[in-house]
């Protein structure tokens, strides 16, 4: 099975501010790579699939690089409404796996 | 609109079965795939295993020896088995949309595993 390793495991952020957020896989997983939003009490919602591409509904201030193992996410001028946990994850081969999350909070 | 709800105890015996069941609207499960997302409090989700579209299925391999993902179309439902619970099986379970990604989820059903 393919590892995610996601990191900060928590981040503390000021209203304005850009963080973030990391991804490495134990192998090449070829740009398949999800993000999720989490908060408490509800269900993820997907952000941003294939490394980059936006769903409908993400705002523009989330963003999404990378390539082969390393893939990173980003969060330009932080709102109150980002606050939550987010999660990656790889579809690039069977289980589908995710990261361990990372809890943003407000500074 | 597509909606998704889990059913099922919230209590189950250590080494006994959870059953759970997933009513989805809005979609067609001879259309759409379904999986079954489980969380432990405080981590990362864990894919537990699919029903596709087709009536195939595909399972974790950590979890496959223990899990059965069963359908019945004409009510629009899906439905996980999972034997020999042990206490690191609690957490949330969500049934979820699968177009490959997890698109539409359920609000989730917590599950104890506790004597």
């Known amino acids: 099975d393919i590892q995610m390793t996601q990191s900060p495991p928590s981040l503390s952020a000021s209203l304005g501010d850009k963080v973030t957020i990391t991804c490495q896989a134990s192998?090449?997983?070829?740009?398949?790579i999800a993000w999720y939003q989490q908060k408490p009490g509800k269900a993820p919602r997907l952000l941003i699939r294939?490394?980059?591409t936006l769903e409908s509904g993400t705002p523009s201030r989330f963003s999404g690089s990378g390539s082969g193992r390393d893939y990173s996410f980003s969060i330009s001028n932080v709102e109150s409404e980002d606050i939550a946990s987010y999660y990656c994850l790889q579809y690039d081969n069977l289980p589908w796996t995710f990261g361990g999350g990372t809890k943003l909070e407000l500074k | 609109q597509v909606q998704l709800k889990e059913s099922g105890p919230g209590l189950v015996q250590p080494s006994e079965t959870l059953s759970l069941t997933c009513t989805v609207s809005g979609f067609s499960l001879t259309s759409y795939s379904v999986s079954w997302v489980r969380q432990p409090s405080g981590k990362g989700p864990e894919w537990m295993g699919r029903?596709?579209?087709?009536?195939?299925?595909a399972y974790n391999s950590a979890l496959k020896s223990r899990l059965s993902i069963s359908r019945d179309t004409s009510k629009n439902q899906v439905f996980l088995k999972m034997n020999s619970l042990q206490t690191d099986d609690t957490g949330t379970y969500y049934c979820?949309?699968?177009?490959?990604?997890?698109?539409?989820w359920g609000q989730g059903v917590m599950v104890t595993v506790s004597s």
């Open positions: 029903m596709w579209y087709d009536g195939d299925t």
């Open positions: 979820t949309r699968d177009r490959v990604l997890f698109d539409y």
């Open positions: 192998q090449n997983i070829n740009k398949y």
């Open positions: 294939y490394t980059s």
